[in-house]
């Protein structure tokens, strides 16, 4: 098949391959700035490096937005078992908790399967529930954490324990709501505790956690890659969350996908003169708590993107596997993206599945045609290492870094180049349609039902649980 872009992907190419940009970039980000969670020490300064080096690489208007989001300090967090025996865990808080000390029976859910918590509400009521984090066998689509969460509290937990589904990997983090102490632990320690209960039918533990819940603030990268003559003044986005989780490096999620972006945007200014339309390079911050970054974004700049013509999420874009495309309901955009994997003699995998869970959200419901970075031939196992402390800079390797850059930049530019690209835009009518039709309401509408019976049901509520109550909106 003929290429027509041969040149241009004979420059990308060997700029990739003759570089190690992505490598050295990602070691600056984890071994330099450490986890650049929302209002920790390298969160600026990893910013502000990410800034630096795009305007270094070429890019114009290279510069960071500020916002505020619901940010989360944490403290030192214990449990202990109290009753039959005394034994103390190695423990950590999930991002939101609030601080505070609760004692009570411990009880077990297993996968946390939807039915358990309304059939079980009345062991749960005031007492500390434990949930793996596996999704319940036979389920069809993610049983997110949050929603188990939400769950065990609208039974009347008043203690929540998530303990990770994977063996050797210590406790697993991720965002809840700042409403009861909640902990994880490793898979060791919850197996013992499912084994002891399974013995002794009655076994008691109490949670400590000392966490605070303040406001931060955070930013958002921005750079443009800009044509030397734009044809017009559609643009397209390609961007990655930087932030990782406050335990870990965050290495292959996000880290890996950010120099991914930041690669793209290199090379791309190399091929400016070619170029027919502006490529916004973004780094999002505050993924993991919340989306906080990109939903700022698309607030922000609601107005500008109805010219946003495409956006490409990049979250962990440098992880092991093929470097496909997962498009977010947009199944027009397959034969297309199959006609141009030809022409790049590149292996461009693709797929169509939307879930809510990373920066292309906001922005797939402002309407914008979108697809993340990822590899659909892979079978998904679950996170793995992902959000424990073993998500550091040794997992990451330089070939799919190169790949990853190789195979999007090129995509990109193509997009970019394209004159007669015409993904449907969803009307805000469809889209709420769709979020209804994949059940992704259900954690909007429990987290309602939470704050009512939260103002309903608790005594005395914590102050920072009051001030999430105030927030309302996004749950
Ligand atoms: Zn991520």
Not at 111 to 128: C, F, L, Q, S
Not at 406 to 418: G, I, P
């Amino acid at each position: 098949m003929a290429n027509p872009y041969l040149d241009v992907d004979k420059k990308i190419m060997a700029e990739i391959y003759t570089g190690s940009e992505p490598m050295k970039n990602l070691e600056v980000l984890c071994d330099v700035y450490g986890s650049r969670f929302p209002g920790s020490p390298g969160d600026k300064p990893s910013v502000e490096y990410m800034v630096e080096k795009l305007e270094e690489y070429g890019c114009e208007n290279a510069h960071y937005e500020e916002y505020t989001i619901a940010g989360w300090t944490r403290g030192p967090a214990t449990l202990e078992l109290v009753k039959p025996a005394k034994k103390s865990f190695e423990v950590i808080s999930l991002p939101h908790s609030i601080g505070g000390e609760v004692e009570g029976k411990l009880v077990f859910l297993g996968d946390g399967a939807i039915p358990d918590y309304e059939k079980r509400k009345d062991e749960i009521e005031g007492n500390i529930v434990m949930v793996s984090s596996a999704n319940p066998r036979g389920m069809q689509r993610s049983l997110h954490r949050s929603e188990k969460f939400m769950r065990s509290v609208l039974a009347g937990a008043k203690g929540w324990i998530f303990m990770n589904q994977y063996p050797a990997y210590g406790p697993q983090t991720g965002g809840i709501n700042p409403v009861i102490p909640s902990i994880s632990v490793s898979y060791e320690d919850g197996m013992y505790l499912a084994r002891l209960l399974k013995r002794e039918k009655d076994v008691m533990v109490r949670i400590k956690t000392t966490d605070r819940n303040h406001d931060t603030v955070t930013y958002n990268v921005v750079a443009d890659v800009v044509p030397k003559k734009p044809v017009d003044d559609e643009y397209i986005i390609v961007g990655s969350h930087y932030d990782g989780h406050d335990i870990s490096q965050g290495a292959v999620d996000p880290a890996s996908g950010a120099v991914t972006v930041m690669e793209i945007a290199r090379v791309l200014t190399k091929v400016r003169d070619k170029l027919k339309r502006r490529v916004r390079c973004m780094c999002f911050g505050a993924e993991e708590i919340g989306l906080y970054g990109s939903y700022a974004y698309a607030k922000e700049h609601s107005a500008e993107l109805d010219k946003c013509r495409f956006m490409l999420n990049l979250d962990s874009g440098g992880s092991a596997g093929k470097k496909g495309l997962v498009f977010h309901d947009f199944p027009e955009l397959e034969p297309l993206a199959e006609e141009w994997a030809d022409q790049m003699v590149a292996e461009v995998p693709t797929d169509q599945n939307v879930s809510p869970y990373s920066d292309h959200w906001p922005f797939f419901l402002k309407s914008v045609p979108c697809a993340s970075g990822g590899d659909p031939t892979q079978v998904r196992t679950g996170r793995g290492y992902g959000h424990s402390k073993y998500d550091t800079l040794d997992k990451v390797e330089m070939q799919y870094l190169h790949l990853a850059a190789a195979n999007y930049s090129r995509y990109l530019f193509r997009v970019a180049c394209e004159d007669k690209w015409s993904p449907k835009r969803k009307t805000q009518e469809e889209i709420q349609k769709f979020i209804k039709d994949k059940g992704y309401d259900q954690t909007v509408k429990l987290a309602d039902q939470m704050r009512e019976y939260i103002r309903k049901n608790f005594k005395k509520i914590h102050p920072e649980t009051k001030e999430w109550l105030g927030r309302g909106g996004a749950w």
